[in-house]
């Protein structure tokens, strides 16, 4: 089910493990339903963490983003392009947590 992840969304998972399944297959289903690839895919959820705030988020799809090979300069370019849409603070915020990992 799970490979012991971090924080609040591993608790749920362990806790709850009928609820993270649905949510895991609605998250293949949404994956599939388009022709996105698999990198293109991980770069836009970290761009929509990024646009959301979500630290935790943005660190979860970081992580992932490295370990499927997605080198950190275009992890890097990602807190970059956010400065222009959503502001310097927030930008240089998603960077010092694309860092964090």
């Known amino acids: 089910m799970t490979k012991a992840m971090p924080g609040a ?4 998972a362990e806790q709850h493990p009928d609820i993270w399944l649905a949510y895991s297959d609605l998250g293949k289903a949404c994956a599939n339903a388009g022709p996105l690839s698999d990198r293109e895919r991980r770069l836009v959820k970290l761009a929509l963490a990024i ?3 979500s630290e935790g988020a943005v660190h979860s799809h970081t992580r992932r983003a490295r370990a499927e090979g997605i080198e950190n300069a275009a992890l890097d370019q990602f807190a970059l392009l956010a400065i222009g849409p959503l ?15």
């Open 87 to 101: 502001g310097l603070p927030r930008a240089v915020a998603a960077k010092t947590w694309i860092e964090d990992q």
């Open 51 to 53: 646009g959301a705030a």
């Open 9 to 12: 969304a591993g608790d749920l």
